[in-house]
């Protein structure tokens, strides 16, 4: 059996002892995880610190993700730096196992609001067959770990048209910040005026 992915521990490998594994985060594994994401790779590659054991059939992973990222300013676009050090903490179980578990059902019955947003239910998650593949987990992640509205600094005035500035710029009639808005600008010129 072939491991599709990154980050692989085989199950028969661990133990009740548990086990350490350190993985490289190559940069390439991070542009194409966060392929379509604002965040991006900062351009050095990152460490992934887990600790795993085994108890029953139910794997339990704690550790650490240190990468280096990159995202646009919310208010100039201006890149930001970020790097988090971010926890991993899950227990996950066989896919067959989570099957055999009675589902609650959806019409006619309710789950008390406790058991939907208790936070030993956050980080529970299945694994399949006899590896642990543990990219997905490292993604959401760091996805979770982006910030909503990134700044450069708070002081940032955002992006500002060049060459306008101030009340007195709009006086002087219509401007294109964007070279892109030129030619709708020509067409406003030549279009005939009713006087």
Request: glycine fraction near 10%; hydrophobic fraction near 35%.
């Given at each position: 059996m072939g491991t599709h992915g990154a980050f692989v521990v085989l199950i028969h490998d661990l133990d009740a002892a548990g086990r350490d594994h350190r993985f490289t985060v190559p940069v390439a594994w991070l542009r194409g995880a966060l392929e379509g994401c604002e965040v991006q790779p900062a351009g050095s590659e990152g460490e992934l610190s887990v600790f795993l054991e085994k108890t029953g059939r139910e794997?339990?992973?704690?550790?650490?993700?240190n990468v280096d990222l990159v995202v646009p300013c919310a208010r100039c676009l201006e890149p930001v730096r970020l790097d988090p050090r971010?926890?991993?903490?899950?227990?996950?179980?066989?896919?067959?196992?989570?099957?055999?578990?009675p589902a609650v059902p959806r019409s006619g019955g309710k789950r008390p609001p406790e058991e939907d947003f208790s936070a030993e239910g956050a980080d529970c998650d299945t694994?399949?067959?006899?590896?642990?593949?543990?990219?997905r987990f490292v993604r959401e992640a760091i996805l979770l770990e982006a910030p909503i509205f990134p700044?450069?600094?708070e002081a940032c005035?955002?992006?500002?048209?060049?060459g306008v500035a101030g009340p007195e710029a709009s006086a002087k009639g219509p401007r294109a910040s964007d070279p892109r808005f030129l030619p709708l600008l020509e067409l406003v010129k030549k279009r005939p005026t009713k006087e």
């Amino acid at each position: 059996m072939g491991t599709h992915g990154a980050f692989v521990v085989l199950i028969h490998d661990l133990d009740a002892a548990g086990r350490d594994h350190r993985f490289t985060v190559p940069v390439a594994w991070l542009r194409g995880a966060l392929e379509g994401c604002e965040v991006q790779p900062a351009g050095s590659e990152g460490e992934l610190s887990v600790f795993l054991e085994k108890t029953g059939r139910e794997v339990l992973v704690r550790g650490t993700l240190n990468v280096d990222l990159v995202v646009p300013c919310a208010r100039c676009l201006e890149p930001v730096r970020l790097d988090p050090r971010i926890g991993l903490s899950l227990v996950l179980t066989p896919t067959s196992q989570q099957a055999r578990t009675p589902a609650v059902p959806r019409s006619g019955g309710k789950r008390p609001p406790e058991e939907d947003f208790s936070a030993e239910g956050a980080d529970c998650d299945t694994y399949e067959g006899d590896e642990v593949t543990l990219d997905r987990f490292v993604r959401e992640a760091i996805l979770l770990e982006a910030p909503i509205f990134p700044l450069c600094s708070e002081a940032c005035k955002g992006i500002r048209p060049t060459g306008v500035a101030g009340p007195e710029a709009s006086a002087k009639g219509p401007r294109a910040s964007d070279p892109r808005f030129l030619p709708l600008l020509e067409l406003v010129k030549k279009r005939p005026t009713k006087e």
